[in-house]
């Protein structure tokens, strides 16, 4: 559908006490894909129309309490840079602030059916920001408040993967929208964005030695193992032209086009399942996570018809807040998620029942240690990058854990999620489904021609 958007005002907003300008030295794990991701949340109306100056006063309230949060979440009022002497990416905390859209639409959201699924008309919900040669020039956070003709709200979200993980983006947003709502500020999370206990701890003399130089030639981490059974094609050689990298995946895809589809599952079927999974595999437990992360990873295999003997592999991230020794803790920013890997052949994942497939998982998650996590994060300070091919891998994101219901403004709860697209649209992302109490979602990209098979093998339900 078309959905005309009127900007309204274009503004840069600061920390409203500026911090003293430092440089933020990233890992590994933060510069491999520096890419704005983009989500959009949905808000009902909960104004009337004879209240629509309340309404205005919120999305003002809403900018002065970003500019507040932004003192304590400065880098995202930062810009990236490349250091001259390493190469590698940094954060400028130069305070040059977040760019925030002021928007209005004449449609209604009713008028975009169900929210949580894909439309192009979202890409006019978030800030477009232009290409650039220089990677210091684009801000890291940007922001498009849009309001609808019924009375409700979009917030359009982007922000650099190398500023924040899932779980930092979240705390961002979580606090912005406690200070805007009114909230007691006491009660937030004091935010940790130093890298330098990750990077001390990869380069301790006490931590494992990577004694590779390439990331190719670390096969005793099973995530990097994995990906070089299969061939690669695309690789940087390093962080100057990540650009060029990302740009590689778009030629990878599909005859037809790749085309973002959002399926959803029942909690009642996910529970039938974990239930099942216990009694006939003998598990001593199994996680929502577990369930849906062994169904799409089968759907999707099979809708693809590989060849029997084809090598295939699941991926997914796994926090390591908790993981390495001592903990970074819950209000580490940065990225901190390592990968866990699953390898077999085709007819292997087709022919085994569903608890087979979430042994195989679970026994992936047991390998993340802190050794492991140090030897991967240290693989990624090599100079050279990986990107696998994308047929034959699987990637399983969890945001299941994020209740982005709770994400109030101080216009309600957030009625509907959608993710826009990402580096790599084949992730598959693993969500709540908002518009649906008692549901999942699951968004995930695939080639045109195998998304009737991806949706008949993702509904059935027979294990």
Same mark, same amino acid.
């Given at each position: ?64 309490a970003l500019q507040k949060v932004l003192v304590s979440w ?81 917030? #359009?979200?982007? *922000?650099?993967?190398?500023? %924040? $993980?899932?779980?930092? +983006?979240?705390?961002?947003? !979580? ?80 005859p037809g086009g790749l085309q973002l589809v959002t399926l ?16 006939? #595999?003998?598990? *001593?437990?199994?996680?929502? %996570? $577990?369930?849906?992360? +062994?169904?799409?990873?089968? !759907? ?57 497939t979430i042994w195989r998982i679970q026994a992936a998650k ?98």
């Amino acid at each position: 559908m078309e959905l005309k958007v009127s900007l309204k005002e274009t503004l840069t907003l600061r920390p409203c006490e500026p911090s003293k300008r430092q440089t933020i030295e990233l890992s590994g794990l933060d510069r491999i894909s520096p890419a704005i991701l983009y989500t959009i949340f949905f808000y009902k109306p909960q104004l009337s129309d004879e209240l629509s100056s309340e309404a205005e006063d919120v999305v003002e309230r809403a900018k002065r309490a970003l500019q507040k949060v932004l003192v304590s979440w400065f880098p995202a009022a930062g810009r990236l840079r490349i250091n001259e002497g390493t190469g590698k990416l940094e954060i400028d905390c130069n305070n040059e602030g977040v760019t925030m859209i002021i928007a209005a639409t004449d449609s209604k959201l009713e008028e975009l059916g169900r929210l949580h699924e894909y439309k192009a008309c979202y890409e006019n919900l978030v800030p477009q920001l232009l290409e650039a040669d220089d990677v210091s020039v684009n801000p890291l956070v940007v922001v498009q408040i849009t309001r609808f003709a019924c009375g409700g709200f979009s917030v #359009g979200v982007g *922000s650099s993967h190398a500023l %924040f $993980d899932g779980p930092g +983006a979240f705390n961002f947003l !979580a606090s912005w929208a406690h200070v805007s709502s009114g909230k007691d500020e006491c009660d937030l999370l004091v935010p940790n964005h130093s890298r330098d206990g990750l990077l001390h701890a990869i380069y301790s003399p006490n931590s494992s030695p990577a004694d590779a130089s390439s990331i190719y030639e670390q096969d005793h981490i099973a995530a990097i193992q994995d990906l070089y059974s299969i061939p690669m094609q695309a690789m940087a050689s390093n962080d100057r032209c990540w650009e060029t990298a990302l740009a590689t995946f778009s030629q990878i895809d599909p005859p037809g086009g790749l085309q973002l589809v959002t399926l959803c599952i029942g909690k009642e079927v996910v529970e039938t399942w974990k239930g099942l999974a216990i009694e006939q #595999g003998k598990l *001593s437990k199994c996680s929502t %996570f $577990d369930v849906l992360c +062994a169904h799409i990873w089968k !759907a999707r295999v099979k809708a693809l018809m590989l060849h029997p003997r084809t090598n295939i592999c699941l991926q997914f991230p796994v926090d390591c807040r908790s993981r390495m020794d001592p903990p970074l803790g819950k209000n580490f920013t940065g990225n901190a998620f390592v990968l866990a890997s699953v390898s077999c052949k085709v007819s292997d994942l087709l022919q085994e029942p569903l608890h087979n497939t979430i042994w195989r998982i679970q026994a992936a998650k047991d390998v993340i240690t802190d050794e492991y996590i140090k030897l991967y994060a240290k693989a990624l300070e090599s100079s050279d990058k990986f990107f696998p091919s994308m047929r034959e891998l699987t990637i399983v994101t969890d945001w299941l854990k994020f209740p982005f219901n709770a994400l109030d403004f101080g216009w309600g709860k957030v009625s509907s999620a959608a993710i826009l697209a990402t580096p790599v649209p084949e992730t598959a992302f693993l969500m709540l489904n908002l518009e649906q109490s008692a549901g999942f979602l699951v968004r995930i990209g695939i080639g045109r021609q195998h998304v009737q098979d991806l949706i008949t093998n993702f509904n059935n339900f027979n294990y």
